[in-house]
């Protein structure tokens, strides 16, 4: 029964099955189960796949918003279609993340300057011309000013025709690197530009770079120095010490400046002025040395030659009177502490004035050449010979242990000069000094007091004659002032009426009668009295009052000549004296003819008298000058001839009429010993006569040197013997008392 009260589980399955027909359902219903199962798995491992992938893909995204921000660039976006522009900025977010910052600017903030450039690269990109956008230009920002941007892209959508529809890339702001591009091409034009040459070494000192004024400088390029040793171009001026020093102090200080000698590639050398300075290499860090170098060459002989001009006498190569002050100074520091003496020796040339007047500026240089040369020979070495201008030199003696030494430096000095100084190879002349003497401690203590003592010495012995020497005293001093008074009195003399005229009468040997007068100038000055001639005309002419004195004294002695004309007196010249000035510097023939026409005065009845030196060595200048006087009507006699060293070719260019014998030759004429005067005399008398010139002979005196010119038919005498000079009246009546006068008898008997 109990079998039968419960069934077997077989029984049940088909109600909780189905029956066994149902064996299908239940299939179906597991495999279905299954299938859900494994789409249920498929579709989680699907899940996880795709989670990792959204992961992977936020990793990326993270670490491509951290490339951007990293590297500071700007995703960007172009719509071709729209002309839109779209950028992503990364910039920090909250908690530390990185968000896109998108911005959306149709206008195109680009540069209107930049903008077509950019259009252009853009067409070419999108017509295949170019395989990527490339494009730097500026942009605005967000203060409104301009920032520079590189931007990189290519196409990243097509249409259906293959148009490209946008375009993607990226963009960084690159204004810093613009600056430092900027700076870097300014550096390297305002290098490329500048005078001075800059060269940069490496730590070794091998040339790294070098500018263009570096080439133009020392003949080297670029190419044939980089990577050479710096000594490439030592100098053997050097030696090899002073290189090592400044490479030494450059390395140690990382500095050096100064002066040094370089060789060019042509093997001339030249003077720089260098800097250097270290620094580092921008990136590796390397030390580098940086040259500034400027070739002084020229400056420093500008230098040199202004120190020279500065301290010597470009004329004769001697110090001048700054050196000579300086040497004076270090001389009298020596001579105390040594307890010896010092003298200083001023030398004045005799009458050089008229010579360089009358031989030209030319020659005159020639002659303070050879007398610089000559004092130098003379001085004998260790000694400092000064020229302190025009004709003035000084000879500085040391050590001297008596004034006596200065005395016999002087003596050797004027015995050298006794010798002609040779002009050409034709002429020579005889210039003579003037020396005075101031001697350290006895006469002065300091330099300026020395050389104006010695100035002062110097004109007593002009004043003692010329061709000597006077060692200074204090006595001096009051005849230098009197020769400074006299100068002032002398500029006055002309205005007060204290120049007269004196006359002196000469007489011709052939028939005894009076045939001329030379106008000799005096002057009685109210304060000091009768002034030589010998004393005044010497200040005259160191004083520059020469050419005023001497126009004036031509037209008194014209005015003097009418005056006896319209008396009656004629056949008789009137001699003037002419300066070199006035012939060689002013209009002679028009003061000439002036003072002529304004008296009134024949100028047949005219004789100017020059000198022989004033002639001789200018004789082109002096010939178109007398000429122009010869055509007036005057005659033109030559002074003091014999005492210079003209030749007969130089005279017979000369429009002279005249030859004036020089007092000197006449003086021993008729006395035992005269041989050498008588000689000279009689042969200016036969070359005279032979060029058809007349004859005076000046200075005579006694019957002997009358009986001895009249026995070798001297034209004209005149001197002591016929009459002393006198003023214009006086010497009217001596004319016109001639006749009845015995000696004029006597010189006319036959």
């Known amino acids: 029964m109990a079998g039968r009260d419960r069934p077997a589980t077989g029984a049940l399955a088909p109600l909780l099955f189905g029956a066994p027909a149902d064996a299908a359902w239940f299939a179906l219903l597991t495999g279905l189960a299954a299938t859900i199962v494994g789409l249920l798995l498929v579709l989680r491992r699907r899940m996880r796949a795709l989670q990792r992938q959204q992961q992977d893909l936020a990793e990326q995204q993270e670490r491509l918003r951290l490339a951007l921000w990293a590297s500071d660039e700007v995703f960007w976006q172009y719509d071709v279609a729209t002309d839109a522009l779209e950028s992503t900025r990364i910039v920090p977010g909250r908690g530390g993340m990185l968000a896109a910052q998108v911005q959306r600017d149709p206008a195109h903030p680009i540069h209107p ?14 017509r295949g011309q170019t395989p990527m956008f490339v494009s730097e230009h500026r942009v605005r920002n967000a203060a409104g000013g301009w920032d520079w941007y590189r931007a990189r892209g290519r196409a990243v959508a097509r249409d259906a025709q293959g148009r490209v529809t946008r375009i993607a890339g990226t963009a960084r702001n690159v204004s810093h690197e613009q600056r430092q591009l900027r700076e870097h091409r300014i550096a390297a034009e305002v290098m490329r530009n500048m005078a001075e040459a800059v060269v940069v070494l490496d730590a070794q000192f091998r040339f790294v770079a070098v500018n263009d004024a570096f080439t133009r400088m020392s003949g080297y390029s670029a190419e044939a120095v980089l990577g050479q040793d710096g000594a490439l171009l030592n100098s053997p001026r050097h030696d090899a010490g002073f290189y090592q020093e400044a490479r030494r102090q450059m390395a140690e200080s990382g500095r050096w400046q100064g002066e040094m000698w370089q060789r060019r590639g042509d093997g001339s050398e030249f003077l720089c002025a260098v800097q250097s300075t270290a620094i580092s290499e921008p990136g590796s860090g390397q030390r580098l040395y940086v040259l500034v170098a400027s070739d002084i060459t020229e400056r420093r002989q500008i230098e040199q030659e202004l120190r020279y001009l500065a301290n010597f006498d470009p004329l004769t190569d001697l110090p001048n009177r700054t050196l000579l002050a300086e040497r004076m100074a270090q001389a009298i520091v020596r001579a105390r502490r040594r307890q010896s003496k010092v003298a200083l020796l001023f030398i004045d040339l005799d009458r050089f004035k008229d010579i360089n007047d009358s031989l030209g500026h030319a020659a005159g240089d020639r002659i303070l050449r050879q007398v610089a040369q000559r004092l130098r020979e003379t001085a004998g070495p260790g000694q400092t010979v000064a020229r302190i201008g025009g004709d003035e030199f000084t000879v500085l003696l040391e050590d001297l242990e008596a004034p006596e030494q200065a005395d016999t430096c002087a003596q050797r000095l004027i015995a050298r000069f006794d010798e002609p100084l040779r002009l050409d190879d034709h002429q020579e002349m005889v210039i003579t000094p003037s020396i005075g003497i101031c001697v350290y401690p006895d006469h002065a203590q300091v330099p300026t007091d020395l050389l104006k003592h010695a100035d ?60 001329g007068v030379e106008a ?217 008392a001639w006749d009845g006068d015995a000696r004029r008898q006597a010189l006319a008997a036959p």
């Open 113 to 126: 300057d930049d903008l077509p450039q950019v259009r252009a690269d853009l067409r070419a990109h999108l």
């Open 456 to 515: 002062t010495a110097m004109y007593q012995a002009k004043a003692a004659g010329r061709r000597t020497f006077r060692r200074y005293d204090a006595s001096m001093e009051g005849h230098s002032r009197r020769r400074a008074n006299l100068v002032a009195a002398l500029r006055r003399a002309c205005e007060r009426g204290e120049l007269e005229l004196h006359y002196q009468p000469q007489v011709s040997l052939r028939n005894g009668r009076i045939v």
């Open 520 to 736: 000799l100038l005096r002057w009685h000055s109210a304060e000091f009295g009768e002034i030589p001639p010998a004393q005044f005309v010497p200040l005259a002419e160191e004083s520059g009052l020469i050419p005023a004195i001497g126009e004036w004294v031509l037209a008194a002695a014209c005015r003097t000549l009418a005056d006896w004309q319209r008396a009656g007196v004629h056949g008789v010249s009137m001699a003037v004296n002419i300066s070199a000035a006035q012939l060689l510097h002013g209009d002679l023939a028009g003061s000439v003819r002036q003072a002529l026409e304004s008296c009134g005065a024949s100028a047949d009845a005219l004789e100017l008298e020059l000198t022989e030196s004033m002639l001789m060595a200018n004789a082109d200048l002096a010939a178109q000058r007398l000429q122009a006087l010869r055509e007036l009507g005057v005659a033109i006699a030559v002074d003091d001839f014999g005492t210079g060293y003209s030749s007969l070719a130089y005279l017979r260019r000369l429009p002279i009429t005249t030859l004036k014998i020089d007092k000197a030759f006449i003086d021993d004429l008729g006395q035992p010993g005269d041989g050498e005067d008588a000689a000279i005399t009689t042969t200016v008398i036969a070359m005279a006569h032979s060029l058809g010139l007349g004859v005076v002979a000046e200075g005579v005196e006694t019957d002997a040197q009358l009986g001895f010119l009249r026995q070798h038919r001297c034209d004209v005498v005149q001197g002591f013997w016929l009459a002393r000079p006198m003023p214009a009246d006086a010497c009217l009546q001596f004319l016109r």
